[in-house]
């Protein structure tokens, strides 16, 4: 595992911790239906590009020390390659995901599979709920997005199969649709989000809550700039965000750049690709 403990301007210590991922190639990667704004059916798309970009996804998670699993994909379910929507993992346990349009509610069944299977203990959400697109690990609680996709009532269904505090945020912007397009949780309990993406209420949530927040502003959020994935150290971005390397930096995180383009058409980054997969305590 690569480590660089004395990061960037701070005197921050950071360490990366070697992780565990769930990834699905993006074979039958396509743009044929519009469940977002990003997705553009009549705009070409590369499927080999796709593939390119997730290879190197892929093998940087590798290089870095992580451990990732792969899931087959299957024909005609062209958004599967967004792994992160397929459950949500904590503990060793697994919620998959109910999702909310038809296009995508086969992937259930193939997740639910798979941790079958696996060996983990998994079930099928009850409430609408896109998995860690929209359910993401802050230290000890569980923020819980709302607003497009996961309903507000996934939220107490989290929190009871969970047993872990839950925070509900609601967002207003349709181009950050799940929460992980709005908010990247960077260790800890520490994270960087979008502030306009949010509601009054969460927005004033937020602050209160996370005070010391990274904010990112909207060009680098509208680069899928949230839709990250960090390891405590190393931070996977798009390469085309501006501020936020040198935010990052700052606080003594390794930012590391990534051409993502083709997957953003489907309306998923860095973070869309990327499962987290938590073991029992
Ligand atoms: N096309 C997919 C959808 O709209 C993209 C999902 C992106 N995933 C994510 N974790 N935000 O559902």
Known sequence: ????????????????????????????????????PWMDPSLP???????????????????LGHTVELIEP???LLDMVYSANGATVVDGRALV????????ADESAAYLDWFRVQGWEAQQAECVNEGEGDFLCAGDVILAGTGFRSEPKSHDE???FFGKPVLGLTLVDDRYYHLDTALAVLDGDEIMYHPEAFSPES??????RFPDAVLVDAPDAAV?????????????????????????RERGFEPIGV????????????????LELRPRP
């Open 224 to 248: 899928f700039g949230l839709n990250a994935v960090s390891d405590g150290l190393h931070v996977i971005i798009p390469q085309q965000a501006e501020r936020l390397p040198d935010q990052l």
């Open 1 to 36: 595992m690569r480590q660089n403990s004395n990061g960037g301007g701070t005197n921050q210590k950071r360490q990366a911790r070697s992780r565990h991922y769930l990834m699905c190639e993006p074979t039958f990667f396509d743009v044929t239906y519009s469940i977002n």
């Open 203 to 208: 927005r004033a949530l937020l602050a209160e």
């Open 158 to 160: 989290v929190r009871e």
């Open 74 to 76: 299957v024909a005609g």
């Open 97 to 104: 995901a109910r999702f909310r349009h038809e296009e995508r």
């Open 259 to 274: 051409d993502m383009t083709e997957l953003l058409k489907g309306g998923g980054s860095s973070k869309c690709c990327t």
């Open 45 to 63: 798309t590369s499927t080999e590009r796709g593939l390119s970009q997730w290879k190197t996804l892929h093998d940087l998670l590798v290089d």
